[in-house]
C-alpha cells in the first residue's frame, strides 16, 4: 500500500471510530426563520454518557425542559411547574408534525410524490467553535397535493437545501429542539413517514451526531407564490468538564403524562 493511502485510510478509520468526551457542554443559538416576530432560541445541551439536558433561555420564564436518555434514542419533556414528565422515542419525537398531520388523515388527504434527494460533501468547511468543521449538503425536491372533502389542491412544489458543519472526531450528543423545528420546516411533506425516513437516513450517512452549524433553506412554490423559509442553527461554545448528574434526571416525585406539549 503507498504511504499517502495508507495515511488516508489511517485517519477515516480514526474519524469513524472518533467518541465524543464524556461530559461537556454546549451552548447554541436556533433562528427558526418563520414569523418576522419569531424569536431566536438560545440554549445550553449538558451531556455525560448516554444522558444530556437541554435548557433554553425561556427556561427563565417557567418553560419546559428536555432530557435524553439512551445515547440520544429516548426524549423527556419536563414540565418543572406541574411536576410531570413526557416520555417519547426520539425520532417519532422529531417527527411529531407529521404525525399530527397524518392524525387528520380521515378529513384531509397529503400525498408526497417526485422525490428527489441527493447529497454532496463539500470539503473543509469554516471554524465553528473553535472546531474545524467538513461541510455537507442534502439536497431534497417533492411534490404535493392535499385533498379536503372534494377539494383537491395538486402540484404544490417543495424544496430544500441543508447545510451542515460537522466535527467528525467530535460528534456531538443530539439536540432534540434542532430536530423538531427541522422537521417542521418541510410542512405538508412532514405527513410522509419514508421521506422523512430518507432524509435521516442520508444524514447519517454523512455524518454523526449534532452538527456544530446548520443552514436549512426550504422553499414551497403554488398557484399563490413562493414561499421561503430559512433556519440558522450553530453551537458558539464548547465546554469539556462534568455536569451535575441529577440534573440529567427526571426528578423524584414527578408523574407521567400522556399530554404531547411543550414549551421552550
Not at 138 to 149: G, K, L
Not at 162 to 171: A, H, K, L
Request: hydrophobic share 40%; proline share 3%; charged share 30%.
Amino acid at each position: 500500500m503507498r504511504p499517502l493511502a495508507a495515511i488516508t485510510l489511517l485517519l477515516a478509520v480514526s474519524a469513524a471510530g472518533a467518541q465524543a468526551p464524556r461530559a461537556y457542554s454546549y451552548d447554541f443559538r436556533l433562528d427558526p426563520g418563520g414569523k418576522k416576530d419569531q424569536e431566536v432560541i438560545h440554549g445550553t445541551v449538558r451531556v455525560s454518557g448516554s444522558r444530556a439536558r437541554v435548557d433554553t433561555d425561556e427556561r427563565d420564564k417557567g418553560g419546559d425542559y428536555l432530557l435524553v436518555a439512551d445515547g440520544g434514542r429516548t426524549v423527556y419533556v419536563v414540565h418543572a411547574d406541574k411536576k410531570t414528565y413526557e416520555q417519547h422515542d426520539a425520532d417519532d419525537f422529531a417527527r411529531v408534525v407529521g404525525t399530527a398531520l397524518r392524525a387528520v388523515g380521515p378529513v384531509v388527504k397529503f400525498s408526497v410524490r417526485d422525490v428527489r434527494l441527493d447529497t454532496a460533501r463539500l470539503g473543509a468547511g469554516a471554524a465553528v467553535a473553535g472546531h474545524r468543521t467538513e461541510r455537507v449538503q442534502v439536497r431534497q425536491h417533492w411534490r404535493t397535493s392535499i385533498r379536503v372533502m372534494g377539494f383537491t389542491k395538486d402540484d404544490m412544489t417543495g424544496s430544500a437545501v441543508s447545510e451542515y458543519w460537522t466535527d467528525p472526531t467530535m460528534p456531538l450528543m443530539r439536540n432534540p429542539l434542532l430536530d423538531i423545528i427541522s422537521t417542521s420546516l418541510l410542512a405538508l411533506a412532514a405527513s410522509d413517514a419514508d421521506f422523512l425516513a430518507q432524509g435521516d437516513a442520508a444524514r447519517a450517512k454523512l455524518f454523526r451526531g449534532s452538527p456544530l452549524r446548520a443552514d436549512i433553506r426550504m422553499t414551497m412554490g403554488g398557484d399563490d407564490g413562493d414561499g421561503d423559509t430559512r433556519l440558522l442553527y450553530e453551537v458558539t461554545s464548547i465546554r469539556l468538564g462534568a455536569v451535575n448528574e441529577a440534573d440529567l434526571e427526571v426528578p423524584k416525585g414527578f408523574r407521567r403524562t400522556s399530554e404531547h406539549s411543550f414549551r421552550m
